[in-house]
């Protein structure tokens, strides 16, 4: 019985995302969308092959009690390689963030290219505040660990390991671990 539940609220989940995706003009080929995804894209989105994603606690349940969130606004773009898999986290894109391939992101992670707001009072009150943004880059191999924020402006090298509960901001070099709130370098690999 309980196997039939599932798979009623799976095939739900995967109509409910499909109509999202089709609804945007965006294809759902060599994607794998475990639970509902959360997903608004008003720019351009660009995903490769064999991308997994995880979006309910019942899909990864280290993954904290959350869903998957896209949001991708008017001039973003947002690009995501080949074997990349995430779990229940949120991506916000306002210039441009790109994650290659092989890159594994950890549940509960945030991964913003934008500070939404400004630091100036008076430039915060305004109606069109959107806060300064920069481009992210997640290099192929890189592996963020659970509950990782990463901020604008974040380059992180290849096969690099950024740990669980760091805050990333600035470059990262290649085959390097680094943790911590601000993020500090461990090891080389």
């Given at each position: 019985?309980?196997?039939?539940?599932?798979?009623?609220?799976?095939?739900?989940?995967?109509?409910?995302?499909?109509?999202?995706?089709?609804?945007?003009?965006?294809?759902?080929?060599?994607?794998?969308?475990?639970?509902?995804?959360?997903?608004?894209?008003?720019?351009?989105?660009?995903?490769?092959?064999?991308?997994?994603?995880?979006?309910?606690?019942?899909?990864?349940?280290?993954?904290?009690?959350?869903?998957?969130?896209?949001?991708?606004?008017?001039?973003?773009?947002?690009?995501?390689?080949?074997?990349?898999?995430?779990?229940?986290?949120?991506?916000?894109?306002?210039?441009?963030?790109?994650?290659?391939?092989?890159?594994?992101?950890?549940?509960?992670?945030?991964?913003?290219?934008?500070?939404?707001?400004?630091?100036?009072?008076?430039?915060?009150?305004?109606?069109?505040?959107?806060?300064?943004?920069?481009?992210?880059?997640?290099?192929?191999?890189?592996f963020i660990g659970t509950g990782t924020i990463i901020l604008k402006g974040t380059e992180i090298g290849?096969?690099?390991?950024?740990?669980?509960?760091?805050?990333?901001?600035?470059?990262?070099?290649?085959?390097?671990?680094?943790?911590?709130?601000?993020?500090?370098?461990?090891?080389?690999?």
């Open positions: 019985m309980l196997k039939f539940i599932r798979y009623i609220v799976s095939g739900y989940c995967f109509i409910y995302n499909y109509m999202f995706f089709f609804l945007m003009g965006i294809k759902f080929k060599g994607l794998k969308v475990n639970g509902k995804l959360f997903f608004r894209c008003y720019g351009e989105f660009n995903y490769g092959s064999n991308v997994i994603i995880n979006s309910s606690h019942a899909a990864n349940p280290i993954g904290g009690n959350t869903f998957f969130s896209i949001v991708v606004c008017e001039k973003g773009c947002l690009t995501i390689g080949d074997n990349v898999g995430m779990s229940s986290s949120a991506i916000y894109c306002i210039k441009n963030i790109t994650i290659m391939d092989n890159v594994l992101i950890g549940g509960d992670c945030k991964i913003y290219d934008t500070d939404f707001h400004s630091i100036d009072p008076t430039t915060r009150l305004q109606d069109n505040d959107k806060g300064l943004s920069k481009p992210v880059l997640i290099k192929s191999g890189a290849e096969n690099s390991v950024i740990g669980a509960g760091s805050v990333v901001s600035g470059i990262i070099p290649s085959n390097q671990v680094w943790a911590g709130n601000p993020v500090k370098f461990i090891r080389n690999i």
